[in-house]
């Protein structure tokens, strides 16, 4: 009776160890994303290229210092995948997400107004949320 409780015991316990270590990266969710701004891994134009990521599905893209467009539109989430929206609709980018950053993706993108983004490169987190950023909207 005590080796059978033992068996059933140890088998439970690598049951649940099995279903703990699937192997599987934890599902992104919007709310890893919102209200974070995420730079560009490489020069914008005339200094950083921002994406603004906000929770309200609202967000704002800035080429650089020498850019005076801002690109305000919504975000969404799509499995690992988000989609960037310019309210004016000339913009349409998608990015995975892969360890917190916003990895480009070419296929179905437009890119965008002054700079050529190459298929996987990334934008960062930067770390801070948006209400601790000080932002110059022109």
């Not at 599987?24 to 914008?44: I, N, S």
């Amino acid at each position: 009776m005590l080796k059978r409780r033992l068996f059933s015991a140890l088998l439970l316990l690598l049951v649940l160890l099995a279903a703990g270590c699937s192997g599987q990266p934890a599902a992104v969710t919007a709310d890893d994303l919102a209200d974070q701004v995420y730079f560009y891994e490489k020069e914008g134009f005339g200094g950083n290229f921002a994406i603004t990521l906000n929770s309200d599905g609202s967000m704002r893209c800035s080429e650089g210092g020498l850019s005076s467009y801002f690109g305000p539109g919504t975000w969404e989430l799509g499995g690992d995948t988000v989609t960037l929206t310019t309210d004016d609709g000339k913009f349409v980018n998608h990015f995975t997400v892969e360890d917190g950053a916003l990895v480009y993706q070419a296929k179905d993108s437009t890119n965008f107004m002054y700079l050529t983004v190459s298929d996987g490169e990334k934008f960062l987190p930067s770390g801070a949320s948006i209400g601790s950023l000080v932002t110059d909207e022109g």
